[in-house]
C-alpha cells in the first residue's frame, strides 16, 4: 500500500523537478529501419517452406521459414511454422534439448505477435 502510493506521487510529480536518471528507465531507442520486404515476398518463403515441410524437407524449410522471418519479424505466421519446423527436427533428440526450447520461445513470440492465429497447411502444394 505504501509503495503504491510512493509510485502515483512519483508518476504525478511535478515535471519542472529534475528528475534522478536512476528513477526513469530510459527510453527505448526506435527500431533501425531494416529492408522491408514485401509481404508477398514473405508469403513466398512461407508458401515455399510449408511445400518442403509436407515433403518432410525439415532442413530446407527451416531455411525458408527463418528467410521469412527474417524479412518480417512480426509475422506471426513466420514464428509459429519455423517454430514447429524446429521442433519437428529436434523431436528425436532428448526431451530439453536446447532446439526444443528454441521451438517453445518461437510458439510464444507468434502467440504474442498474434494471440489468435491459427495455422494454415492446407495451402501449401
Known amino acids: ?15 519542472d523537478t529534475p528528475a534522478d536518471s536512476t528513477d526513469v528507465p530510459p527510453a527505448p531507442e526506435p527500431r533501425p529501419a531494416t529492408a522491408a520486404a514485401s509481404p508477398g515476398a514473405v508469403q513466398v518463403s512461407i508458401d515455399a517452406g510449408l511445400a518442403l515441410f509436407k515433403k518432410r524437407h525439415f532442413t530446407t524449410a527451416e ?4 528467410k521469412a522471418v527474417e524479412a518480417d519479424p512480426g509475422s506471426a505466421a513466420a514464428n509459429f511454422y519455423l ?10 533428440k532428448r526431451p530439453f534439448h536446447p532446439d526444443k526450447r528454441r521451438a517453445a ?3 510464444a513470440k507468434a502467440y ?3 494471440p489468435h492465429f491459427r495455422p494454415v497447411w492446407a495451402g501449401a502444394k
Do not use: C, N
Open 63 to 66: 531455411a525458408e521459414f527463418q
Open 105 to 107: 520461445e518461437l510458439f
Open 112 to 114: 504474442e505477435l498474434d
Open 83 to 92: 517454430a514447429y519446423t524446429v521442433y519437428k527436427i529436434a523431436e528425436p
Open 1 to 15: 500500500m505504501i509503495l503504491s502510493a510512493i509510485l502515483l506521487l512519483t508518476l504525478v510529480a511535478p515535471q
